[in-house]
């Protein structure tokens, strides 16, 4: 009993902590609004995830060999390069309300890729849950006055899409033994920054002039929207399913509607409150009820994948 209690409690700080990732992405919108240049989604995108994961490599001096470069590849796509480059792109073409609640079906598309893995069992319980958290955000952001736009619907779907896999795949894959949480996002976060930069270059050409109100911003956005709110992220999926720590990321929304109440003046109707304890009753039920399938794949344990380092 003892030992089930420590367990439980132990999780129980897991997911507090993780979820504290995106409780931080929901600033992303104020910070976004209020210190960065307008009109230049793809070059933010490039200031929050390529340095962070720069600086990460350097404090870890770890870099992916063997069958971790493809991989590392494959998860900074999903999660940061694609995710981050379609969620702009639903961004501009949908009101922001629509574009949240798209992205928020992320979690039924986890639920999906993770019995299809192998690796959790597919529930009644996950998938209710899901679809909870989804309402509830619905009427925390939805406007009636909302539109619809088809590419931005597609873009969102597939941000949502890319999240949930790369979760998944996250957790299926592990990482080598010797490798930290903080090498990992460094890895993930420099190659999907890479990938981001020739979008940022061709799409909107050099880059502007920053003054130090700009330099703040993204300095806050990287330090602390990305390269902790990552690690944090990265670390939760290691301890706990990969679906459990997917549906945390229904925070970030709230976090951004409680935001723009109280630093940016915006009005927080009691239909809003009243989709925030939905939200949060669906991502309760979201914890429960998930048993693996499977045990996490063996570490790989080839020495030259664990002990690659970068140059003193």
């Known amino acids: 009993m003892t030992t089930s209690r420590a367990g439980a409690a132990g999780l129980a700080g897991t997911l507090a902590l993780t979820g504290l990732a995106p409780l931080v992405w929901g600033s992303t919108y104020a910070v976004t609004t209020t210190f960065l240049p ?19 490599l350097a404090m870890t001096r770890k870099l992916p060999h063997g069958q971790w470069i493809p991989r590392a590849l494959a998860l900074g796509g999903l999660n940061i390069g694609i995710f981050t480059a379609l969620l702009f792109v639903a961004a501009y073409r949908l009101p922001g309300g629509v574009a949240a609640v798209v992205t928020a079906s992320a979690p039924l598309f986890a639920v999906g890729f993770a019995a299809l ?3 959790e069992r597919l ?20 406007r009636a006055t909302a539109t619809l736009d088809t590419l931005g619907v597609l873009a969102g779907l597939g941000a949502a899409v890319a999240m949930g ?9 592990g990482r080598p033994d010797g490798v930290t949480p ?25 880059p502007p002039a920053l003054d ?15 390269a902790l709110a990552y690690a944090l992220w990265f ?20 976090s951004a509607t409680v935001i723009g109440w109280a630093a940016l003046g915006q009005s927080l109707a009691p239909l809003q409150v009243l989709g925030m304890l939905i939200v949060l009753g669906g991502l309760l039920l ?9 045990p996490e794949p063996a570490p790989d344990t080839t020495a030259e994948t664990t002990k690659t380092s970068l140059p003193a």
């Not at 209710?128 to 925390?140: C, E, M, R, Y």
């Not at 903080?182 to 050099?206: D, K, N, R």
């Not at 130090?212 to 990305?226: D, E, K, M, Q, V």
């Not at 670390?235 to 709230?254: C, D, E, H, Q, Y």
Request: proline fraction near 5%; avoid cysteine; hydrophobic fraction near 50%.
């Open 38 to 56: 307008p009109e230049r989604p793809m070059f933010t995108a490039v200031m929050r995830v390529l340095p962070a994961g720069l600086l990460l």
């Open 117 to 119: 893995a192998g690796n």
């Open 123 to 142: 529930t009644a319980r996950k998938v209710l849950a899901a679809v909870i958290g989804l309402a509830g955000v619905a009427l925390v952001v939805l």
């Open 165 to 173: 896999s790369g979760t998944v795949l996250t957790k299926l894959w």
């Open 182 to 206: 903080l090498a990992m996002t460094g890895w993930q976060l420099t190659a999907g920054g890479s990938m981001l930069l020739p979008i940022a270059a061709i799409v909107e050409g050099a």
């Open 212 to 226: 130090a109100r700009n330099i703040g911003g993204y300095l806050y956005l990287g330090l602390i929207g990305t």
């Open 235 to 254: 670390r939760g999926i290691a301890k706990t399913n990969a679906t459990s720590v997917t549906f945390l990321g229904l925070l970030s929304p709230l």
């Open 286 to 294: 979201g914890q429960t009820g998930t048993a693996p399938r499977a």
